[in-house]
């Protein structure tokens, strides 16, 4: 069974830098894409960014020239290297890995981390 596992988070001032990992475990074949998303209170699930395996990369409007999403291809570890943080940020941030096609999720190969806190404030 796959298991993704995420770390990095954690209390950062508006300005600042946090660096997230995605560490996976398991059969990984298969996926043909890597992202994550964020999760704030009482609202609902949001993409951040994803990078495919070709190594196209998609981002949310809202964090475009601030997050930066990358791999090691040797660990097969997904990052998320995240500038100018912003109070908005605040959220618990999850990683996934899916295979889709055209924007349809094969269910068979769509797994979630247990998520990791990023919180933003002075």
């Known amino acids: 069974q796959v298991q993704l596992v995420e770390s990095g988070g954690g209390l950062v001032q508006p300005g600042g830098s946090l660096r997230l990992s995605c560490a996976p475990s398991g059969n990984i074949c298969g996926f043909n894409r890597r992202g994550w998303y964020r999760q704030a209170p009482g609202k609902q699930r949001e993409l951040v960014a994803t990078?495919?395996?070709?190594?196209?990369?998609d981002y949310a409007d809202f964090v475009k020239r601030r997050f930066t999403i990358s791999r090691d291809n040797a660990k097969n570890t997904v990052y998320l290297q995240m500038n100018s943080l912003k109070p908005e940020d605040t959220a618990v941030y999850y990683c996934?890995?899916?295979?889709?096609?055209?924007?349809?999720?094969?269910?068979?190969?769509?797994?979630w981390g247990q998520g990791t806190q990023v919180t933003v404030s002075s």
């Open positions: 996934n890995f899916r295979r889709d096609y055209s924007g349809s999720v094969d269910p068979g190969y769509d797994y």
């Open positions: 990078i495919a395996s070709a190594g196209n990369t």
